[in-house]
Structures are given as C-alpha cells and as structure tokens.
C-alpha cells in the first residue's frame, strides 16, 4: 500500500547546540518512513545520531554543535520529502519487539534464581495442564479394557485395586499441580513486582537528569504514560503474558507425543496444520501490532486533554468553554473509541482464526480415530486422550492468543521506556568541582546568544555583571528575555553563542551538581509538594530544625498566615498548595530559598502575587536575607528591584540601559517611561528601537 500524504511542516520542540527535537506528523505509525528518514539524515558527516519515533511523531537529532540548526531541519525536511512516497507494505527491517524483551530479561540478571524458578514452574504448570486428558483415556481403558489396560499389566488384578489406583494416581496429580501452581503464581508476581519498581525507579531518576528542555518539550501526560501506564503494561505481561505461551508449548509437545505414541500416522497428518497456523498469526499479527499502537496514542491523548481541562478548570468555568471543551473530549474520545475497535475487531478474530484451523485437525481426529476403533486398531481410551489433548490445545491457544496481544501492547510500551531510558542529556557534567562555601559569586553573562527556536533568537549578544554579594535586578516587557537569562546560570538552558561564568570560570566547566547546589531559586510558577508547610519550607534542607524553619517563614513574612492555619507548620497541603492563596504561596517558595542558605539567590517575578504592603515588608526582610549573596532579581514590577545595587533593563534581548533606580530615572529612558506608566503617571510607554 503506498500512501500519499502532503507535506506537513515540522515544529521544533526542544532546541540545544547540537541537540534538536522535532514533531514531524508525517512520520506518526508509519514506520517504514521513519525508518527511511533517519537513515537518510544520519548520511550526513555533520549528523551524530538520529532517532525517529513513528509512535510519537518525535524526531531527535544530534549533530556537529557548529552546525546551524536550520540546516539540520533543512535536511530533516528534505528527508521527509524524498521519502514520503515509501511502501508501507513494503519490506523492513524486524520490529524491535524480541530484542526489547531480549533486554528486558538481560534486566533481571540480579534475580536469576527467581527468574529460572518463575520459567522452571511454568514449564512444569503448562506440562500439567496437558496431563488430564491422559487421565481420562487411563480411566476409560480401565473401565472398558478391565485387566487387559495399563494398570491391569502392571499389577493391579481386581477391579477394586483398579479403581484404587486411579484414584490415587488422580489425587497424587491434582495435589501436585496445585503445589505447582503456587510456587509458580507467587514467584512470576514476585518477578513482575520487581521488574515494575526497578523500571519505574530507574525511569524516573533518569529523566531527572535529562536537560529541562528534553523533560518540556513533551506534556505531562505523555511521561505519565511511560512512567505509569507502560511500566504496568511491562508488568501485566511479566505478571501472566508468559504463561499461556509456556501452556501452549506444553500442550504442543504433549498432543504431539500422544499422537506419536498412540498414532503415529495420525501425528503426522495433524502436522498439516501447523502451516496454515504459522501464516494467519503472521498476517494478523502485523497489523494487529499497529492497531494496538495506535489506539494506545489516541487514548493518552484523550488523557492529556481530560488532564489539561480538569488542571484548568478554573479558566474552562471562567470562559464559560464548558461545551465546548466537552465537544474536544467527545471528539478525541470518539477518534480513540475507533482506533479501539479496529484493534479489538482484529484482535477477536485471531484466536477464532487459530481455533478453527485447529478445530479442522479435530474433527479429523474424532472420525479417523473412531473409524481404527470401530476397526479395533485403537482403543478407546487412546481416542479419548488424543481427543481430549486437542480440546485442551484449543484452550491454551486461546490463553496464548490473548498472551501474543499483551506482547504486542508490551513491545510498543517497551519501545517507549527505553527510548527514554536511551535518551542522554546534551548538558554535560563539568570536571571542575565548586565549594559553595567558597564561592564569591560573580556572575557574568557575555555576548549570551540564545532562542528556544534556534531562527528565532530571544537573547542576542546580550552582555551584563552581577557582582558578587551585590543585588542586580533585570526587568524588561514581557518577552525581553529576563527569565530566559536566570535560567543559564544554573544551566537549565546553555547558551548557543557567548558564555555564563561564575567567579572567572564558564559555568559549562562546573560539576553540575555542585553548581545547582550553589544557587537558590525562586520562579514565576511555584511549585509545592504534597506534604507538611514545614516540610515543603524545608525541601532544600530536610535537616533543617523547626527553629531554623520558623526564623526562614518569618524573614518571608509568611509566619502570621501559617499560625492562622489549623495545624500550624504541621497543616498538610496538597500538590501545588491550591488551598492556599498566591501570595501565600510565593512566601512559602521565598521561605524555602532563604532556608536552603545558598550563596546565589535567583529571584524570577518572586513578588508578582503579593499585595503592596506584603511586598514592602518583603523588601525590608530580604535587605538582610541577601546580605553577602549575590541576589539575581527578574521583576515586572519596578519597585521590586528600586533598591538593587544595578539594574539592567532588557528589550528584544539585548540589554538597552544599566545603573540604579535614581540612575535610570535621571536619564528618562526606557526604564523612567516603565516608572512612570506603574506609577500612573503614563498611560504607556513608548518603544524602543532595537
């Protein structure tokens, strides 16, 4: 099947020296493209790697850091045209599937012994399984065939022994097939338990160290996908995917020895089979996998609206969007509600197509076998068993078929976490170690050149000092790039062009965690932890005493509010502390940057939420908590920073004035204009020219 599809444009999601993460829809569930893509922009010397993700639509490239990023999206383009006539249907290369469950087993070597207890009991369970029909042709030749059967040959004379006996036999083996059974369904939970944490922990821990970019440039809910709802795909199938496969070997291996044993003849005429088995499962296994992928996509998308809306619920109710809102969940419900029944109609027609081409080989047991009975050539216990065997067989093709859907569902999920896993960040740890103690704090930005869109730059050869112990405010209209700049200093972000150093040297030569642990931040989107006030104050240094806590709410001017609470620094709050209100909020945040005693204070819009006089008392308690820090200060409001030793006014990303509030007012420029438009003095202030 070729498919046609219009070029569609790419959107860079993260961009990094180096490092580019685009959306390409063209590639989304055509693997084949992807595949093509990839190997077409990795043909370029300049081009490290490529990875190009047909469940995502995600394509990351790393390249030559010299190298323009818009070249690279040329190529990517170019790439994605040339090759978007490609066959679908074509020839490919093998889905990575077995060599992710290949690894995903590799995992697991610090649990060997568990794992080869988990295979040996399910090897042993699937053998029992199959051991029932043997039973039932034992006890029909034993009635029918009297001392002439089995038990009759080997010593038992009487009927009354017969009977005994076979119940005795029978007894024996259900008893130990429920032994079995235990031990296997308590270590394979045990096994899938431990996959799940160690997946799980790992997965988060490294995308903690992923760039902040990286982690952005996807939702929320698309991490949440792959930290939760694949990491518990990955443990369904531990948990039982292995087991119907192990039944249906088993029950394989016992059929065909049966038949070997009873009627050769008959074995390998049931033989026949097998071909017709293996071409369906191939057929319907293809696009049974792309289904389950993609009706996997449309239901997290219809999670990441759902998500968004009840996050920002307050704006629905507040536009009156109800409906309409209502109308794109129903809308992206009703696309996965589709992709759903294309999948579960492919996926209820397999295991029906296995069983009737098995059901074929059935009837042909019963009426060829009754047939050599009727004739005397066999017995009819010997055409119980082999009857019975096929029935079971069908049965365990049944487990195996909804088993081989669970692999399907695993692998995609399973390509999604070692992705993750794969993905290294583009800001590499420093060699050189830094000792907060030590630290003076001088901090220069020079000739910083930076966009989030390498075409669009939102820094440009900007250049500015804060010097050590000293307070530096930068403001700016929304959009100048103030917030954009604080975030280099702790290399959330690197810069494309210039250089951030600290005390002499360039921030990129510093151990990342030494640096990070340097520098104390408070942003413009607060975030708190589920937990205690004291614990949230706290969270920079969790062995902080209360007394220490206490003296940090009371320098934040948060101390009245929190006593006012029902439980003091005892009150618990939920994610994000709804209950309490904005300005209350950023108190907590300052508190726990003041607490956490780091020589470099960053400030971003830190008092945006507070009232005037909230913010006047702030002011007054920060003059002492920022005594001997270097203090970093981004405001929309001016008064924030009227008493910083420098301020530097940002527009279009560059730096177009500098020196302190009297300074700046004097020279009635574009800060004096900002003065006077918040003072009321001025309705707007005029722009500036770039």
């Not at 669970?406 to 993750?420: D, H, V, W």
Request: overall charge neutral.
């Amino acid at each position: 099947m070729l498919v046609n599809r219009e070029e569609e444009p790419i959107q860079a999601l993260s961009t990094l020296p180096g490092r580019v993460r685009w959306k390409v829809p063209s590639i989304l569930r055509r693997p084949r493209l992807a595949e093509a893509v990839s190997e077409a922009v990795n043909r370029h010397p300049e081009v490290a790697e490529v990875k190009a993700n047909p469940i995502t639509g995600n394509v990351l490239v790393r390249f030559d850091p010299e190298l323009a990023t818009e070249q690279a999206a040329v190529w990517l383009r170019e790439a994605v045209r040339e090759h978007r006539w490609v066959d679908e249907s074509g020839p490919k290369k093998p889905r990575p599937g077995l060599p992710l469950l290949k690894r995903l087993i590799a995992s697991t070597e610090d649990h060997r012994s568990l794992r080869r207890k988990v295979v040996a009991t399910s090897i042993a369970d699937g053998l029992a399984d199959a051991v029932p029909p043997l039973l039932v042709g034992l006890a029909v030749d034993t009635v029918s065939l009297g001392s002439a059967s089995l038990l009759g040959r080997i010593g038992f004379k009487t009927a009354t022994s017969r009977v005994f006996a076979l119940g005795g036999i029978g007894v024996g083996f259900w008893a130990l097939a429920a032994i079995i059974e235990y031990h296997k369904e308590r270590s394979s939970a045990e096994l899938a338990e431990i996959v799940r944490h160690d997946l799980r922990s790992r997965l988060y821990q490294h995308i903690q160290t992923l760039d902040v970019s990286a982690i952005e440039s996807r939702e929320v809910g698309e991490w949440l996908a792959v930290l939760d709802g694949d990491v518990n795909q990955v443990y369904t199938f531990m948990r039982a995917g292995v087991d119907p496969m192990v039944a249906m070997v088993s029950n394989v291996a016992i059929v065909g020895s049966a038949f070997m044993v009873i009627s050769p003849v008959m074995g390998l005429v049931q033989l026949a089979v097998i071909p017709p088995l293996m071409i369906s499962s191939k057929v319907m296994l293809k696009p049974l996998r792309e289904r389950v992928v993609r009706a996997k996509v449309d239901g997290e998308r219809v999670s990441a609206t759902m998500g968004g809306n009840l996050s920002g619920m307050a704006t629905v109710v507040g536009f009156n969007a109800q409906d309409r809102e209502a109308a794109r969940v129903r809308a992206a419900s009703e696309r996965h509600l589709e992709s759903a029944r294309e999948a579960h109609a492919l996926s209820a027609a397999y295991v029906p197509t296995l069983r009737s081409i098995v059901g074929t080989g059935f009837v042909t047991t019963l009426a060829w076998g009754a047939a050599r009975v009727h004739s005397g050539t066999m017995t009819i216990g010997g055409l119980d068993t082999l009857a019975y065997s096929q029935l079971r067989l069908m049965s365990a093709l049944a487990r195996a078929g909804t088993s081989v859907e669970n692999f399907q569902r695993t692998s995609a999920a399973l390509e999604r976490i070692y992705e993750a896993l794969d993905e290294t960040p583009a800001i590499r740890d420093g060699d050189h170690p830094v000792i907060p103690s030590e630290l003076k704090g001088d901090v220069v930005f020079s000739d910083i050149t930076f966009g989030y869109d390498a075409s669009r730059p939102v820094l440009r050869g900007l250049t500015l000092r804060c010097p050590a112990g000293k307070v530096t405010g930068i403001v700016g209209a929304t959009g100048a790039g103030k917030s954009t700049l604080l975030k280099m200093l702790p290399r959330m972000y690197d810069t494309q062009g210039g250089s951030v150093k600290l005390d002499g040297r360039d921030v990129r030569e510093l151990r990342l965690a030494d640096l990070r642990s340097s520098i104390a931040m408070v942003s413009q989107q607060i975030t708190l932890f589920s937990g205690s006030i004291h614990e949230n104050i706290a969270f920079g240094r969790p062995d902080a005493s209360r007394n220490e806590v206490v003296a940090a709410a009371t320098v934040a001017e948060a101390l009245d509010f929190i006593e006012e609470l029902s439980e003091g620094f005892d009150t618990t709050i939920g994610f994000g502390g709804h209950t309490l209100s904005g300005g209350q909020r950023q108190r907590l945040a300052i508190a726990r940057a003041i607490l956490a005693e780091r020589p470099i204070l960053l400030f971003d819009e830190a008092t945006s939420s507070l009232d005037h006089a909230t913010e006047a008392a702030l002011q007054r308690s920060l003059e002492a908590a920022t005594v001997g820090r270097t203090t970093l200060i981004v405001a929309h409001r001016l008064s924030t920073v009227r008493h910083a030793d420098v301020i530097y006014v940002l527009d279009e990303g560059r730096v177009v004035e500098e020196g302190t509030h009297s300074e700046l007012l004097e020279r009635n420029g574009l800060y004096a204009n900002m003065w006077k438009v918040q003072i009321g003095e001025r309705e707007k202030a005029p722009a500036v020219a770039s």
